[in-house]
């Protein structure tokens, strides 16, 4: 079966300092990953997804930074945060070429920037 | 561009209480989807819809895909403290890879 693990689970982190969050997907090959934050109680807003390794594409504009080095593994980078760079960042998978593009996601990563 | 609209936004009700939340858009989906995410996790998909029209239960969950497949809703019977949460639609895109996700309603039942 396939399983989705994301990780750290909790971070806090001064202003200005660098982020890596990372994400692996296990038991598929070649899934589409997703990069997600969601403010407080609210809904989800897409930051990167990737269809394949080292195709990134970027919805928001900021300081953030996605990167797939391989197929299965999508990591979230910053050099530096900022305030706003607050929230819970949720990874997610869903397969390729499945057109109803169920998404399946980790656990999420709390991150609070001070 | 296509949005997903759900309402309401916050419901609080009382353990036995049935509850129906809606999720509306002026777009066409080929298929819905409904998420429960409880706090500090990540979303769990619950359904997917298909067919317009469609009704599908799950256990006290009832989830209806509208005919013309631009509106769903969620019923729950005798809701329970553990079906709070945050209740998410999502459709996919119609030219692209991404799914579009609904404004979220927040479901906290008390005891």
């Known amino acids: 079966s396939q399983t989705i693990h994301q990780w750290p689970a909790t971070l806090v982190q001064p202003v200005g300092s660098p982020l890596s969050l990372e994400c692996t997907v296990e038991?598929?090959?070649?899934?589409?990953l997703y990069w997600y934050r969601q403010a407080a109680g609210r809904g989800l807003q897409l930051l990167f997804y990737?269809?394949?390794?080292?195709?990134i594409s970027s919805e928001v504009p900021q300081n953030l930074s996605a990167s797939r080095p391989q197929d299965r593994q999508f990591i979230l980078s910053s050099k530096k945060l900022l305030l706003s760079d607050s929230g819970f960042y949720l990874c997610a998978w869903n397969a390729d070429r499945v057109v109803r593009r169920e998404l399946f996601f980790g656990e999420g990563s709390r991150l609070t920037v001070l | 561009t296509q949005l997903l609209e759900q309402s309401p936004q916050f419901l609080s009700i009382q353990e036995g209480e049935n509850l129906t939340v809606y999720c509306n858009s002026s777009s066409v989906f080929s298929s819905l989807q409904w998420y429960r995410q409880e706090p500090g996790e990540g979303p769990v998909l619950l359904v997917t819809v298909v067919t317009g029209g469609e009704v599908k239960k799950l256990k006290r969950l009832t989830f209806q895909f509208g005919d013309a497949r631009k509106d769903s809703s969620l019923h729950i019977t005798a809701a329970q403290p553990g079906d709070t949460g945050l209740y998410l639609c999502?459709?996919?895109?119609?030219?692209?890879?991404?799914?579009?996700f609904g404004t979220g309603t927040r479901l906290q039942v008390f005891p």
């Open positions: 038991g598929t090959s070649n899934p589409n």
């Open positions: 999502a459709g996919p895109s119609y030219n692209t890879d991404k799914l579009i």
């Open positions: 990737s269809v394949g390794i080292g195709q």
